[in-house]
Nanobody
Framework: QVQLVESGGGLVQAGGSLRLSCAAS????????MGWFRQAPGKEREFVAA????????RYADSVKGRFTISRDNANNSVYLQMNSLKPEDTAVYYC????????????????WGQGTQVTVSS
């Protein structure tokens, strides 16, 4: 079992930045692909970004490319999402996820999920 706890959400004006953090409970953190997903009201949970176990490979949703950066610190069992140039459409609950599936873009590839952190971007 892996427990994930997100932090760093909040209210920010459009064009601003936030950095989300996700702390994992297990020493085996480095064996999992880590992902960030988000869910806006009335919408399905969608992929945002993912990072390989070693941190050398990343993937992003087209909507966040060039604005968001995912990174991880395996020594501290943590993954981060730096979000710049935020837009009102980025408003959502952001979830951290850990998994072993091969399709990083799919929710089913992730076995463990955090409780989410709210990000609100005002116009």
């Amino acid at each position: 079992q892996v427990q994930l706890v997100e932090s760093g959400g909040g209210l920010v004006q459009a064009g601003g930045s936030l950095r989300l953090s996700c702390a994992a409970s297990r020493r085996t953190f480095s064996t999992y692909t880590m992902g960030w997903f988000r869910q806006a009201p009335g919408k399905e949970r969608e992929f945002v970004a993912a990072i390989a176990r070693g941190g050398t490979i990343t993937r992003y949703a087209d909507s966040v490319k060039g604005r968001f950066t995912i990174s991880r610190d395996n020594a501290n069992n943590s993954v981060y999402l730096q979000m710049n140039s935020l837009k009102p459409e980025d408003t959502a609950v952001y979830y951290c996820a850990a998994g072993t599936g091969s399709n990083w873009y799919a929710r089913l590839s992730y076995q463990y999920w955090g409780q989410g952190t709210q990000v609100t971007v005002s116009s």
